[in-house]
T-cell receptor
Framework: GIQVEQSPPDLILQEGANSTLRCNFS?????LQWFHQNPWGQLINLFYIPSGTKQNGRLSATTVATERYSLLYISSSQTTDSGVYFC??????????FGKGTTLSVSS | GAVVSQHPSRVICKSGTSVKIECRSLDFQATTMFWYRQFPKQSLMLMAT?????????EQGVEKDKFLINHASLTLSTLTVTSAHPEDSSFYICSRRRRGNTDTQYFGPGTRLTVL
């Protein structure tokens, strides 16, 4: 099955800094999603982005399907951005497969 | 608003008992639902895929007799952890997707199981 790798595993930032999280996937995919898992465990869907670029406030994401990677950009980070960010992808007929996540810590 | 609900959100049980977790699709009939498990500080691991009216498909290494999945209707799937042991303590999350291969997959709020 498909493999999903995320980097970096951990990221520590000062409030106001920008960051880029990367997701590599091993094969072509039908879907790619970015999630933020809050302290209670709920997965918050950030982007559905099998290709192209999307923006939502301070967050944006780009997927280059031909090169099998996706990037999540966080600008002007805030303490509330802290948590675990997951990338997940699936191929036709399968379920989302998750990467190991990036744990982001933003300090004031 | 929430499109997938789970009940209970948290359960503590004694070793050897069985626990049932319900997952409901709130806004449309989900022909396919998925169950994941997440251990502390780890990623989500797919346990099984549940299709309405047919047997669930389990991932390698997941005991089908221990984790019973019933997709009883187009809006309800249940996961029963049978004869639970402390090593089954985990965060269980269900998910659903519309028919088709290009739609967003939505997740429930999860159920935290602690087996004493």
């Amino acid at each position: 099955g498909i493999q999903v790798e995320q980097s970096p595993p951990d990221l520590i930032l000062q409030e106001g800094a920008n960051s880029t999280l990367r997701c590599n996937f091993s094969d072509s995919v039908n879907n790619l999603q970015w999630f933020h898992q809050n302290p209670w465990g709920q997965l918050i869907n950030l982007f559905y982005i099998p290709s192209g670029t999307k923006q939502n406030g301070r967050l944006s994401a780009t997927t280059v399907a031909t090169e099998r990677y996706s990037l999540l950009y966080i600008s002007s980070s805030q303490t509330t951005d802290s948590g675990v960010y997951f990338c997940a992808a699936y191929q036709a007929g399968t379920a989302l497969i998750f990467g190991k996540g990036t744990t982001l810590s933003v300090s004031s | 608003g929430a499109v997938v609900s789970q009940h209970p959100s948290r359960v503590i049980c004694k070793s050897g008992t069985s626990v049932k977790i319900e997952c409901r699709s709130l806004d449309f009939q989900a022909t396919t639902m998925f169950w994941y498990r997440q251990f502390p500080k780890q990623s989500l691991m797919l346990m099984a895929t549940s299709n309405e009216g047919s047997k669930a498909t389990y991932e390698q290494g997941v005991e089908k007799d221990k984790f019973l999945i019933n997709h009883a209707s187009l809006t309800l799937s249940t996961l029963t952890v049978t004869s639970a042991h402390p090593e089954d303590s985990s965060f269980y999350i269900c998910s659903r997707r519309r028919r088709g291969n290009t739609d967003t997959q939505y997740f429930g709020p999860g159920t935290r199981l602690t087996v004493l």
